[in-house]
């Protein structure tokens, strides 16, 4: 493979550099149309948010829209992106800083109490996304970035080699399981459990494997 840059990405940074104004309109128009997304699915979920009325929402003419997401899976996908970035931005602030296990335990407990006060359909989206057969290929991808950089954060933290070691990317798809288990079970509860309550019993079940994995001290 080579690591010249593609024709089409040459061609946007041309593009880019002789009309900066219509690149900056697009660029904020992009922005318009997450913002707008994200609002929807989390006012009336996924499945209610059409793309029409994404479009209304970031009041733009829907062929706008089209030519910035084909698909609403497309719009999915750059909301991935965003929640990845923001966890390389809390992983970045907490290295060093807080041991790993102190750090996830914060993170999944904040986003345990946001989620139990929330009343709206997004609570669900990520349960939705993976039962949709078009959607669950990318949401796959997602939770499998995530381990990634958890396992990366375990890796620094315990003083172990990820290209020769398993253990931290078995820890991190341990603890993210989890999560996501406590979660379903709130939700197959018609939400009558406490959220919180579940995600501190399992993850205290499983941070008991991780540390008999991993050892009870970083390095």
């Known amino acids: 493979m080579t690591n010249e840059p593609s024709v089409a990405m040459t061609e946007e940074a041309d593009r880019a550099a002789r009309f900066p104004r219509r690149t900056n309109r697009r660029l904020e128009t992009r922005a318009r149309i997450v913002e707008a997304a994200s609002k929807l699915f989390r006012g009336v979920g996924y499945e209610q948010a059409t793309m029409a009325a994404i ?64 009343d709206g359909p997004n609570i669900a989206m990520g349960h939705e996304l993976r039962r949709d057969p078009q959607l669950a290929f990318g949401w796959m991808d997602y939770e499998r970035r995530q381990v990634e950089m958890l396992a990366a954060y375990i890796a620094a933290d315990y003083g172990l080699d990820p290209a020769s070691d398993q253990r931290p990317m078995l820890v991190a798809s341990l603890l993210m399981t989890s999560t996501t288990l406590a979660h379903d079970r709130w939700l197959e509860s018609k939400r009558t459990l406490d959220l919180v309550e579940e995600t501190l019993k399992a993850l205290d079940i499983a941070q008991v494997m991780a540390e008999s994995v991993l050892g009870t001290s970083p390095a």
Do not use: S
């Open 55 to 118: 479009a209304e929402a970031a009041d733009i003419h829907v062929t706008t829209l089209f030519t910035h997401f084909k698909t609403k899976a497309e719009l999915v996908a750059t909301l991935g992106d965003a929640a990845i970035a923001q966890l390389a931005t809390h992983i970045e602030e907490a290295r060093g800083k807080a041991p790993f296990l102190v750090f996830f335990r914060a993170v999944v407990i904040g986003a345990a109490k946001a989620f139990q006060h929330d």
